[in-house]
């Protein structure tokens, strides 16, 4: 089993950040990478950002040079800072970790952005 704990969503206005973080737990083996996706109202879940074993990056790019994923290999955790924030970014954030053995989701943690 394995378990994915966010923390760090809330309400922000516009302009301001937020660091989103994500604890992995259990039978943690062979990580290919570890990401944020994030669901708004009325659209599908998209990805924002996502991180190799290796360490590359890749971002929506609606997010670059706003958002910043990082991990502590350590600790099984991943992280988000999200500056600059708008209210397009407000949306529902979920955490995911796939492995070899499989494709796991943490509940998702809400971040909204007032104008």
């Known amino acids: 089993q394995v378990q994915l704990v966010e923390s760090g969503g809330g309400l922000v206005q516009a302009g301001g950040s937020l660091r989103l973080s994500c604890a992995a737990s259990?039978?943690?083996?062979?990580?290919?990478?570890m990401g944020w996706y994030r669901q708004a109202p009325g659209k599908e879940r998209e990805l924002v950002a996502r991180?190799?074993?290796?360490?590359?990056?890749n971002y929506a790019d609606s997010v670059k040079g706003r958002f910043t994923i990082s991990r502590d290999v350590a600790k099984n955790t991943v992280y988000l800072q999200m500056n600059s924030l708008n209210p397009e970014d407000t949306a529902v954030y979920h955490c995911n970790i796939l492995m070899t053995t499989g494709d796991y989701w943490g509940q998702g943690t809400q971040v909204t952005v007032a104008s």
């Open positions: 259990g039978s943690i083996f062979s990580i290919v990478t």
């Open positions: 991180i190799t074993h290796a360490g590359s990056t």
